[in-house]
């Protein structure tokens, strides 16, 4: 029988023989139309396809219902495959959410409105991720900035040509243009505060306009004060109150962290990174931070010095010029307030760096030959004592001197006030104590009071400076003298380079103390490094 569909090859069609009832076509197939375009398959049978069977086999049969299974299968598996691509290529997911963003955006784009950007708020944009990060540190960004603030540069790019310009882009490694933008501004910023504090006064020895310079400048303080955790919290908000030769800073606030799990308390001098820029500085802003001092505050009560208490709180003095104030009956911090000497503070403040203090320069000691008691003699104190916001006494002594024979245990003595001599006797003016106020509670710890001494050698220069909390305690001894009867009260403080021993009197009548003896030990070392001499 001759087969029901021509052989491969076959130019005519035969005529097609009438099908038997039993055998149908398979389900889903719709045979060929000769002599015309065959009709498309249903979509979900896939593409059109043929097969041709073996012409003279009895498996003839069979073999086409294969070869048409496998081309079916084969021209499914091709429909499917184009189906799924074009669905990704052109459907959008319905159910999906948007992910178009700013950081799904192509580097060079992002790098394009980071041109737009100024200094400041491209290191506020690197913050975000490591990718902003690197992106904005863009050395073709920077080298426009770097440029357009310094004009030497800028010129000297003018004069380049246009390979050594793309060199000076591309041949530096990433960051570079914007890590010489921000050190030229670090000198500038330290070349302005050493301008700032080069008018001296004469009296102290100290900057004249220590006040303005440090509002000029924009300098503020912050404290950082670290847990067993090493997680830290940054108290930013300070009050100021400005004295003669210091000023004292004080923080409160109701989010301290609990005593018990503080370990270091770190002061930091703030300074803007780019002050021409910044109008109005924040805690946002880019900032540079200076280690002025550090503390450790585990076992506080027994490693520091008890000042002074009153109903509510008990002050605790760490060197140096730290005061912290616990509320009583708990352990939390009430205040943290320090006292910054002005020797050298603008320095200290912007100087130095976020880990390391700023190191005062060394003294180049002048020798002296022809005098004997060279470095014993002509010497000023300027001595301020105050409460942190109300002065209690303010006083300048000059010529001190010692004698040779009044060198003893490694220090020189000072005498500044003599006990016998009731003319130098110096009076306390108002309530002496150590004001404090929160944004609740205020008050005052009586017989305790902030002490700046400034020692100035026979050339002027600052020889010895600090400014300390110090606390009056009773002593045994009752004043003999004539023209006071009281009780005696004594006031200490030492350090490394020297002592100061003061001994007041309360005169009950008018209700205020008297210094009524001072005398100031410094060590013999010191005199020795500073002058070059060997005593």
Same mark, same amino acid.
């Given at each position: ?7 491969s ?5 035969h ?9 149908a %076509? ?6 060929p ?10 979509? =979900?049978?896939?593409?059109?396809c ?11 049969? @069979?073999?086409?219902?294969r ?36 950081e ?19 290191l ?11 992106l @904005?540190?863009?050395n073709?960004?920077?080298l ?14 003018q ?17 570079y ?9 670090i000198a ?23 006040q ?34 210091s ?20 002061l ?6 780019f ?6 500085p924040?805690k946002?802003?880019?900032?540079r931070r200076?280690?002025?001092a ?6 506080? @009560?027994?490693?520091?010095v %008890? ?7 008990q ?15 708990s ?12 020797h050298q ?14 190191s005062l320069?060394?003294?180049k ?32 002594f000059?010529?001190?001197?010692? =004698? ?16 016998k ?15 404090w106020?929160?944004?609740a ?21 600052p ?11 009773l ?7 004539y ?18 021993? @003061? ?16 005398v ?6 010191k ?9």
């Open positions: 029988m001759a087969p029901p569909y021509p052989a090859g076959c130019g005519a069609p005529p097609a023989p009438r099908q038997p009832a039993a055998m %076509a398979p389900r889903g197939w719709t045979p139309h000769y002599g015309r375009e065959a009709a498309p398959a249903p979509a =979900r049978l896939g593409p059109q043929s097969f041709t069977p073996v012409a003279g086999s009895r498996y003839g049969r @069979a073999a086409g219902l070869n048409m299974s496998q081309s079916f299968a084969a021209g499914s598996r091709k429909y499917s495959e184009t189906v799924n691509a074009e669905r990704l290529r052109w459907t959008p997911a319905i159910n999906s959410k948007s992910s178009v963003c700013i799904n955006m192509p580097s060079e784009m992002l790098i394009k409105v980071f041109s737009y950007l100024d200094a400041i708020s491209l506020q944009v690197a913050c975000v991720n490591k990718r902003f990060y690197q @904005a540190s863009d073709g960004i920077w426009k900035i770097y440029s357009s603030h310094f004009p030497a540069k800028r010129r000297f790019l004069m380049e040509t246009a390979p050594l310009s793309c060199a000076a882009v591309e041949g530096r490694k990433p960051g243009w914007k890590k010489e933008y921000i050190l030229k501004q500038a910023v330290q070349a302005r505060v050493m301008q700032l504090a080069k008018p001296v006064d004469p009296c102290t020895g100290l900057p004249r306009k220590n303005k310079a440090i509002k000029a400048s924009g300098l503020s303080w912050v404290i950082v004060v670290k847990d067993k955790n090493e997680k830290e919290h940054v108290m930013e908000t300070a009050q100021l109150s400005f004295k003669d030769t000023v004292s800073i004080f923080w409160d606030g109701t989010s301290w962290p609990c005593l018990d799990v503080l370990s270091t308390l770190k930091f001098g703030v300074i803007s990174l002050p021409d820029q910044s109008t109005a924040s946002n802003s880019p900032r200076s280690l002025i550090e503390y450790y505050l585990s076992h506080l @009560a027994e490693s520091s %008890a000042v002074g208490s009153d109903k509510l709180v002050l605790f003095s760490l060197n140096p010029g730290l005061v912290v104030g616990l509320w009583k009956g352990n939390e911090i009430a205040f943290v307030m320090a006292s910054l000497h002005y503070l603008l320095e200290r403040s912007a100087l130095g760096s976020a880990t390391v203090q700023y320069p060394p003294n000691p002048v020798l002296d030959d022809i005098d004997p008691e060279y470095g014993l003699h002509d010497y000023n104190l300027h001595l301020d004592l105050h409460s942190g916001k109300q002065a209690c006494m303010c006083g300048t000059k010529n001190l001197f010692c =004698r040779k024979g009044d060198i003893e245990n490694g220090y020189l003595k000072l005498t500044v006030v003599r006990l001599d009731n003319t130098k006797h110096i009076p306390l003016i108002g309530t002496v104590g150590l004001s106020e929160t944004t509670f205020k008050g005052i710890v009586k017989d305790c009071c902030m002490m700046d001494v400034t020692v100035l050698d026979e050339t002027q220069k020889f010895w400076c600090f400014s300390a909390p110090v606390c009056m305690e002593s045994s001894k009752v004043s003999n003298l023209d006071y009867m009281g009780h005696i009260y004594t006031t200490n403080y030492a350090d490394s380079e020297g002592k100061v021993c @003061a001994e007041l009197v309360w005169l009950e009548e008018t209700k205020e103390y008297f210094i009524i003896s001072l100031l030990y410094i060590s013999i070392e005199v020795n490094n500073w002058y070059g001499t060997s005593y």
